[in-house]
């Protein structure tokens, strides 16, 4: 309970609690993995339909999608992503790339060119409509002293301790600051001196003059400029008054003419502030209608992984993953770097649907969807893992023998590539049992099974060194019987085995990824939905930093137990493993099957034909899912 009600503590009562709700499973009338379908409705479409339809915009339909550039995008940002560049798209509109970049402090270059290769690998564009918040603080200083000289805006010379005393509670209301009634002479000359630099950080803030006895604390005279003596990634020493990330927000939606302005649930009860000022700077003349209107959707929760930039900052900056790009983090260049695809970003994004309540998705389904997009996509090859030697005790030493294998089962248009067969093949090890039990149709001795692809051989024994390890298994091919050949089928076995001519095979380093952590929910001692979603915290945070001005960095959310003890330890294991010759050209992020194994890709960084390294996108089936 104790969680819920920090969380509670510093929502206004427009808000609602994050409902407990459990995971959500695929819905049964998941859309198809074909691209093709049409898009399912939701209440976002419903609404730009409308607004279609009685012209409220004059057709247009311009979205925005706008990250802070203080860290990677991460997977529910490509839900966001998705969302509103596809929107556009859907409806011959646009949408903007804008950097949030209002905190001086926090915000890089490196984050900004990432974010924008991440939006453009998942597929979209935003033509020339790449935008920065800072592009705007001109306006946004002009319409400051706009306000302060309409009566609306005044500067307080309180500490952001006073001010937070005098914020209120949600169950009583605020109190005026001393401050409040300053003339406006007085607040336009104390404005100006410290947009010009006469006093140090947090000497004063500026405030908008609403409500201090409104019912929700965001329209209690929030701060909107603040004194930061800090140089900006784009802006340099230009400025060292900043303006607050609620007030730049609304503003540069209304200045870029957005139509559809969608955004998080966290954000719902900051909307009638977005409205008020954009409302008054409308009536004032100072903005162009018709206004932008926002919406809010459930943001993602999603299992066995973080999403916050905090704790992805932690993990890359402590060292528990390999950078940022390792595929195991949950960020859109990990993902990449995984072998997801943008495609099954789509898919997911369909099939998760958009909704105004908050609900957890299992990975399982992010999961499925890679599969099903990759299973359409990949090409198959052979990779053994975990290699025993397979000698064909009959087959003629140094003979090589083509078998054919097709590309994909159900692609025959991708062709086929030649494997060569030998006496001594490379097999799985645990494809050989001396003692298998009930229901084996693989190796043991005296059993029969197809070399995929290849003959039917039958057992016959194994010789094993000192410690009893098998070292070779040995068998006795069938000349008759191979594959693709007339009569090979005569002759029905259960077992198919793959297997890779040893002579012929490549060692390649294989990184066998799994989840991150071990549990649903990082952090969480009871199950999922008791701590509502995390990502609320960094909202709030924002809030925070409206009212008092200050940074607010300090965690409110303190988890139940440190969500670093559920790291999983077998995320990450690195094995030698031997794959066919065709993948020594494989170029770097191809993406293929290996049978019977899983999806693997081509390391974007570290594969080569010297040095083949391919990584483990997803397995075949989902290994975590309860039977
Ligand atoms: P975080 O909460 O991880 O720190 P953020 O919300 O601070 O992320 P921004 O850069 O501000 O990150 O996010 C850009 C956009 O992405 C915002 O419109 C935000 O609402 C959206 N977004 C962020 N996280 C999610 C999520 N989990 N699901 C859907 N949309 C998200
Ligand atoms: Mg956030």
Request: proline share 7%; glycine share 8%; with cysteine.
């Amino acid at each position: 309970m104790k969680l819920v009600d920090e969380l509670f503590m510093n929502k206004s009562p427009l808000s609602a609690a994050p409902p407990q709700s459990p995971i959500a499973a695929p819905s049964p009338a998941a859309a198809p993995a074909s691209a093709a379908a049409a898009p399912a409705p939701n209440f976002l479409r419903t609404i730009i339909a409308e607004d279609n339809r009685t012209g409220k915009y004059g057709g247009r339909v311009v979205t925005r999608f706008p990250p802070e550039p203080n860290g990677y995008l991460h997977y529910g940002h490509a839900k966001s992503i998705g969302l509103n560049f596809g929107l556009a798209a859907e409806n011959g509109g646009v949408c903007h790339l804008r950097f949030d970049d209002t905190n001086p402090l926090k915000e890089d270059v490196e984050y900004e060119d990432s974010i924008a290769g991440s939006v453009r690998w998942l597929g979209y564009d935003w033509g020339s409509h790449r935008y920065h918040a800072s592009d705007y603080y001109d306006a946004l200083y002009r319409f400051a002293e706009w306000f302060i000289e309409q009566g609306l805006a005044y500067v307080d010379s309180q500490s952001a301790e006073e001010m937070r005393a005098l914020r209120g509670t949600l169950t009583d209301p605020g109190t005026a600051s001393p401050n409040r009634d300053r003339s406006i002479a007085e607040n336009l000359d104390l404005f100006r001196r410290m947009r010009d630099g006469e006093f140090p950080d947090g000497a004063h803030v500026l405030r908008l003059k609403i409500d201090m006895t409104s019912p929700n604390v965001n329209l209690r005279d929030p701060a909107i400029y603040r004194i930061r003596h800090a140089s900006h990634h784009r802006t340099g020493d230009k400025w060292c008054v900043y303006p607050l990330y609620d007030y730049t927000h609304c503003i540069s939606d209304a200045l870029e003419r957005i139509t559809h302005s969608i955004c998080t649930l966290e954000f719902q009860d900051h909307r009638p502030l977005y409205d008020w000022v954009i409302e008054k700077l409308a009536e004032g003349g100072q903005l162009e209608r018709p206004l932008p209107q926002q919406y809010e959707f459930a943001r993602l929760n999603l299992t066995y992984v973080v999403l916050s930039k905090r704790r992805l900052i932690e993990l890359v900056t402590r060292g528990y993953v390999d950078g940022w790009d390792d595929p195991r983090m949950p960020t859109l260049v990990g993902a990449r770097r995984r072998g997801f695809t943008p495609e099954g970003f789509r898919i997911f994004g369909e099939r998760i649907g958009v909704s105004k309540s908050d609900s957890w998705i299992d990975i399982g389904v992010l999961e499925d969807c890679m599969r099903d997009d990759l299973n359409a996509r990949a090409q198959r090859r052979i990779a053994v893992l975990d290699p025993v030697r397979l000698v064909i005790d009959n087959f003629p030493e140094g003979a090589s023998e083509e078998c054919f294998a097709p590309n994909h089962p159900q692609r025959p248009e991708l062709g086929r590539r030649a494997l060569p067969l030998t006496r001594e093949l490379l097999i799985e090890r645990d494809d050989y049992d001396e003692q298998p039990r009930k229901g084996w149709f693989r190796l043991a001795p005296g059993a029969e099974v197809r070399l995929r692809y290849g003959y039917i051989v039958r057992c016959v024994g194994a010789d094993r060194d000192g410690a009893g390890n098998v070292t070779a298994v040995h068998c006795t091919y069938d000349p008759a019987t191979k594959s693709g050949t007339p009569g090979a089928d005569a002759r029905k076995v259960k077992g198919n085995i793959h297997w890779l001519s040893a002579a012929h095979a490549i060692a390649a380093e294989v990184r066998l990824y799994d989840r991150l952590f071990k549990v649903p929910v990082p952090g969480s001692r009871s199950s999922v939905g008791t701590r509502g979603a995390e990502g609320a915290a960094d909202g709030e945070l924002r809030h925070a930093v409206a009212v008092a001005g200050d940074d607010g960095d300090d965690d409110s959310t303190v988890p139940e137990r440190n969500y670093l003890d559920d790291l999983n330890p077998d995320s990450k294991r690195v094995i030698t493993a031997f794959v066919e010759p065709a993948l020594a050209t494989a170029a770097p992020e191809e993406r293929v099957q290996f049978e019977r194994h899983g999806y693997f890709v081509a390391d974007q960084r570290d594969h080569g034909r010297a040095r083949p390294v391919f990584n483990r996108t997803v397995t075949l089936r989902d290994s975590w899912a309860k039977p």
